[in-house]
DNA sequence: TTGTAGGCGTTATCAG
DNA sequence: CTGATAACGCCTACAA
């Protein structure tokens, strides 16, 4: 465990200066005797010298690494849009470090406060809501901030990734509506998140074009993390009169929610059409396999590692972005005719 | 955006020299007056000074940082892996950077590269199989380094924390050999894997121990990415006499084998029992809810950044350590009494 | 084409 | 208790 060369061992070995050894290191940044800097590459790995990003990134005054800062790797959706991140950057050269807040506003105080410190040159985040002062600051660093599936109205300068929420909403409602549901459930999101907002509001949009009464009964905001969907289904099919239908809008939610619907006895599309939120490679194997709003994660990354990108090298308007992407509506066995229906009206 | 503020501009703004603005930061590394420390205080959130990581970093050569290396994100195994590690070092203060391999040994090299520019403490990785030389390069830059999962022989030096998959496939045969299968399939990972490996000679001590013969027709070792489950499942289904047990040992080829399972029109179990290995939370969803080995993943992951701090804080003794946590079988649905074994024997 | 020297922001070592 | 000042490893004028 010797200790780590440095430029100036190299240096040595290949009997030149250390600025020559700089400039073989970054092409094109000076004149090069060929054969000076064959010598060069030579002592380079002979040694295996590696050149300290910290030594560099002190010197420039900033790195090319993205941070990234999810709220819940666990959930498939995220881990797979860290997946596409991960890799649009690096095809870029660049790296990325990943911090995740668990949806806790400390938490991401936190992370915010480190990624300043490690002078990131820019940051795609799915943001909890709150922070908003500490996301200014960090704007105000310089930083490009991103957010991607979700947005902070109070932040209205940074740039945006999301997919259409409220269109997809209103899609999925239509849907149970054409298919003679009247009762329909929803599941959200936190209010306080955009996209637990932007899909209650394509929900209600289509509940009201069809002339439907929304009942407040039937619209549960409940968080992202924990089980909480299991309870909102009991709560549902308890009621005195239970829907027919039942949109899952929170996508970390779907899985306890089918859960307890099956627990529950209760048969799909049979007694209850259900349509979920976010299309991961299981869902077409449950029975029965399931109707869903499938968002374009690749999409998702390429934008906004695009954005995070450009912004950096300044190759970008100085108006802000706002990108909505298309979800695509998937029909799979899980919704159907409303049996009620025909009785009901 | 004007530029961030430096130690400097905090001195000069408390009216005090560089050298108290540091202790302060750094508590306990030198005496300081409260008046004065109450002053630096003051001045540093006045600024919303923040310290820059690099600039740190080159003085004390080196960062708490751990290096994530994983081969595929998408995999929810690895995504709560991911979540996991990344809980558990921050619960310690350290940072994360992560990245992936896509299975790809060149990818893997240069992250190696870039990990070692980084002067990462520590890195928890997954190994393709290949690189050994540059594993060995790490390490002896004194980079503590920790495998997970799986392991390499030609390493026999660093760390390992992975499950003990020999007998996690033994248990999984030796459960179909008692609901009097014996012609059992096993897709497995590819052989240069010691996940791979393992499971396989699990498979084979069962069998044998049981008297019963492996005929190489039934097992499979495949790769680790793309969808070759699928095909490999067409093949055995296609055999003159298709095995009544498969055994998924390959976790992220679970989900294209059971696609094409269903696709085929076949019945779990009553055609063929099936048992997987890695019990995401979709797999009691699906239908029939599957038979599955359990992997301890926040076990894995305490371990795993357990020793990858011990080490770099020299608190562990000085032999490798080599930790296997035991998986759990959960006995579902998709694996029965064979219907062919009392006509057969 | 090559070499020399100064500085990036911190910490650590010594004098005051 | 506090304050200069020398590293840390690299890049970049500027000189040779």
């Known amino acids: 465990m010797k200790k780590a060369p440095t430029i100036r061992d190299v240096a040595a070995e290949a009997g030149v200066s250390v600025a020559v050894v700089s400039r073989v290191l970054n092409e094109g940044s000076g004149p090069v005797a060929k054969l000076t800097k064959a010598k060069v590459v030579e002592a380079i790995d002979r040694l295996g010298y590696q050149p300290r990003a910290a030594a560099r990134e002190l010197q420039h005054g900033g790195t090319a690494t993205i941070g990234l800062m999810l709220t819940d790797l666990a959930n498939p959706f995220f881990a797979r849009l860290a997946d596409r991140v991960v890799w649009e950057a690096r095809a870029r050269g660049v790296q990325v470090i990943l911090l995740t807040t668990q949806e806790d ?6 992370s915010i406060e480190t990624l300043i410190g490690r002078s990131v040159a820019s940051v795609i985040a799915t943001p909890t809501g709150g922070n908003v002062e500490k996301w200014k600051r960090l704007a105000t660093r310089g930083v490009n901030v991103v957010f991607v599936d979700r947005e902070i109205d109070a932040l209205p300068d940074v740039d945006v990734v999301t997919i259409s929420n409220t269109t997809s909403a209103e899609v999925a409602t239509q849907h149970l509506i054409d298919l003679g ?24 949009n289509a509940m009201n074009k069809a002339g439907l009464e929304v009942e407040n009964d039937l619209i549960h905001l409940i968080p992202f993390r924990g089980e909480a969907g299991s309870d909102t289904v009991s709560t549902l099919l308890g009621l005195p009169v239970p829907p027919t239908a039942l949109i899952v809008g929170n996508t970390a939610q779907v899985r306890p929610a089918l859960r307890r619907i099956k627990q529950s006895g209760i048969f799909v599309p049979e007694d209850l059409s259900v349509v979920v939120f976010d299309d991961n490679p299981w869902t077409e194997l ?52 409303c049996s009620a229906s025909v009785t009901t009206i």
């Open 286 to 337: 449950v029975s029965p396999p399931l109707t869903a709003i499938r968002q374009p994660i690749d999409m998702l990354a390429h934008h906004s590692v695009e954005i995070a990108i450009g912004r950096s090298k300044r190759q970008l308007p100085e108006a802000r972005r706002r990108i909505q992407v298309d979800a695509d509506f998937v029909r799979r066995s899980s919704s159907a005719q």
């Open 181 to 204: 549901h009247h009762r329909i459930a929803f599941i959200s999101g936190p209010l306080n998140t955009s996209t637990g907002r932007d899909r209650v509001t394509g929900f209600r």
């Open 105 to 110: 506003p400390h938490l991401e105080a936190e």
